[in-house]
């Protein structure tokens, strides 16, 4: 990462502000979709040691605007059962994003990305109530996805398919919840010694399209209500995810 920033300016600049922007606009619509699109795309040209932090931070930064909002329409119940489960699942996700190659890291996050894309299309049955281990199972799983790769918001949006809630409630108690999964992953990324100064720079150059993508997309969605998200963030992180795995086959062999 050092050499990384080394490199006068920020290499593929253009693309990184196109990406965010783009993630940024899904997040303010959808309550998710941020890291994921995000990160999929930055890890194209990226080390996902620089990626993962600095879009944690934007994903932050940019939902600060989101939480007041979101907070009276949140099940705060729902987002303590999946804050427990985070609880274990984010030191163990560090673990991954410090550990593992990255070109592997890359691989994996891109297979994840893409195998939750598809879940998302089969669009599962809805159950008749609320399973508590269950959230908490999937609290676990969202926040190692969250501290090893940014994505923790996926595997909460496959679950949230199958509760009987409104698409409001869904999305303020995603909000609420990530908000608090990327503020304490960030913290221990800092104790671990993964996020330091070096990071102002691009987080810098690229927090403005996200603050405006968030407030444009929470604009739209207050002004057009979508019966469902799958038409907005699908087709993008099957496309972002499908080109990293492309990527990640071709420099593994």
């Not at 398919?161 to 409001?168: G, I």
């Not at 909000?175 to 800092?190: E, G, H, M, N, P």
């Not at 444009?216 to 207050?222: C, K, S």
């Amino acid at each position: 990462m050092a050499d990384f920033l080394s490199n006068p300016g920020i290499p593929h600049l253009e693309l990184a502000l196109l990406l965010v922007s783009l993630a940024a606009l899904v997040r303010g619509y959808t309550g998710f979709g941020f890291a994921a699109i995000a990160i999929t795309g930055l890890n194209l040209v990226w080390p996902p040691q620089l990626s993962v932090p600095v879009i944690l931070l934007l994903d932050l930064i940019g939902t600060l605007g989101l939480l007041g909002a979101a907070w009276p329409a949140a099940d705060k119940g729902l987002i303590g059962r999946f804050s427990l489960g985070a609880l274990i699942g984010i030191p163990l996700g560090l673990t991954l994003l410090i550990q593992v190659p990255e070109t592997h890291l890359k691989l994996g996050i891109s297979i994840g990305v893409l195998l939750m894309s598809l879940l998302l299309m089969r669009r599962p049955q809805v159950s008749s109530r609320e399973h508590h281990w269950l959230t908490r199972t999937i609290g676990g799983v969202s926040g190692a996805f969250t501290a090893a790769a940014s994505v923790g918001g996926l595997p909460v949006v496959c679950y949230l398919l199958t509760v009987p809630l409104s698409t409001a409630v869904q999305r303020a108690s995603m909000v609420i919840f990530l908000a608090a999964t990327d503020l304490v992953a960030l913290l221990l990324l800092y104790i671990s010694g993964v996020f330091d100064t070096s990071l102002i720079a691009p987080v810098l150059v690229l927090l403005i399209p996200t603050i405006l993508g968030v407030q444009v997309g929470q604009w739209a969605f207050h002004r057009r209500r979508p019966q469902s998200f799958h038409p907005v963030a699908l087709p993008i992180l099957t496309l972002l995810s499908v080109s990293g795995l492309g990527m990640g086959v071709y420099k593994l062999f």
